[in-house]
């Protein structure tokens, strides 16, 4: 077993452990992926402000995030067929999630169900919501969740139509893989992740299968799924699925001021500010090229958070320091759950935490609540660069 130090070398892991397509499901935007490089190449461009002589015991890295506790304000972003990176992923990574502290959102598009969750964890977790045009799905999933206890549901707003990824198209992306010469040849080079396969049910989207009229089969499934995000989605919809929930709402995927503030004046308890990892809008800015803006434009009326581009406990201190009350992590959990399943997914945030927690005592702070601008060095003109 390779020494692991850091979310790269998962990444290297996940790779090599994989399938091609889930990997490069994982690893890709859309278009040309400008954005998706953009948001993590933009952390880079901020640097930190070193401090000496500071009294460092007693630092820590906890939080809260919507009222909730966490060890650190870090949440397990929604990810689509994280059961297809290692067998039954999405429980490997709620029970992760569950030991080390921090929040776990299952995706709609998952390939564990919501009743799998709960049945395998036994903290409450946050459900992810993409909107349909069929109300009766909608209105199912979300009392599902509310049955199964989930303590937020996410609602994600930049997905009514889908940004072509043109790495899915080529490896002809399902779930389960199509069993053609090519996918077989690539899976005889990942016994581990065959085996882990050959031992669970879980093998396609369990939250729509059974849950969703007309849908039996894979073939109904794609087709559905394909017909089904409502391009009509408006702040009305928005509303009501509010109402028809009625407890903590985070809106997924604000990158644009107005669009905070209308959040913000609809009662949301936060924003996430997302491009969706740079998978919708090719030529979006960066979600921390945004963050400060947002941040401003609602003030205290809603807790803004932040996802796209962070594979560092540093890049979680930037966007903290910028104003987001907590961070979502996709990718870099990802890549440590292709790589070693649960313990892969442990091993990412406990790299999180230690680079976290030693870049705020080097900047001099102490607490989360202590970091601000005064621990950034940022290059002049880096968020007024575009207008």
Not at 85 to 96: N, P, T, V
Not at 223 to 236: C, G, I, M, R, V
């Amino acid at each position: 077993m390779p020494v692991i130090t850091c979310i790269e070398d998962l990444k290297r892991l996940h790779r090599r452990r994989a399938p091609k397509m889930f990997f490069d499901y994982c690893e890709s935007g859309s278009y040309t992926e400008q954005t998706f490089r953009d948001n993590s190449a933009d952390f880079s461009e901020i640097r930190l402000r070193q401090k000496v002589a500071v009294d460092m015991l007693g630092r820590s890295t906890e939080s809260t995030m919507i009222g909730e506790k966490v060890s650190m304000p870090v949440a397990l972003a929604p990810v689509g067929m994280a059961g297809m990176q290692s067998a039954d992923g999405e429980i490997k990574a709620a029970r992760a999630a569950e030991a080390f502290g921090v929040p776990f959102t299952l995706s709609t598009m998952s390939i564990c169900s919501i009743e799998d969750i709960a049945a395998h964890t036994t903290r409450p977790f946050w459900f992810q919501l993409y909107v349909m045009k069929d109300e009766d799905f909608v209105a199912g999933a979300i009392e599902r969740a509310r049955k199964a206890g989930c303590s937020a549901l996410v609602l994600t707003l930049d997905l009514q139509i889908i940004g072509q990824r043109h790495k899915d198209l080529k490896n002809d992306l399902t779930a389960p893989p199509r069993l053609t010469v090519r996918n077989l040849l690539n899976l005889a080079t990942k016994p581990r992740w065959v085996a882990g396969m050959a031992m669970t049910r879980r093998h396609t989207f369990r939250n729509i299968v059974g849950h969703a009229k007309g849908v039996g089969d894979l073939s109904s499934l794609m087709s559905w799924t394909n017909e089904q995000f409502d391009p009509k989605l408006d702040w009305a919809k928005i509303g009501k699925i509010r109402d028809m929930w009625g407890g903590k709402l985070i809106l997924k995927g604000i990158l644009d001021e107005e669009d905070a503030r209308h959040a913000a004046d609809f009662g949301a308890d936060a924003i996430l500010v997302s491009n969706h990892g740079g998978r919708q809008l090719d030529g979006a800015l960066s979600s921390i090229r945004m963050l400060p803006s947002i941040v401003k434009a609602v003030g205290d009326r809603t807790e803004v958070f932040l996802d796209s581009g962070i594979r560092s406990g540093q890049d979680v201190m930037k966007a903290l320091a910028l104003g987001a009350k907590g961070t979502f992590i996709g990718r870099s959990y990802i890549y440590g759950l292709g790589a070693m399943g649960q313990a892969g997914v442990t091993k990412a945030l406990e790299i999180l935490q230690k680079e976290l927690d030693i870049t705020m005592a080097l900047c001099g702070e102490k607490t989360v609540a202590g970091l601000g601008r005064h621990d950034l060095l940022i290059p002049e003109g880096f968020f007024s660069r575009y207008s």
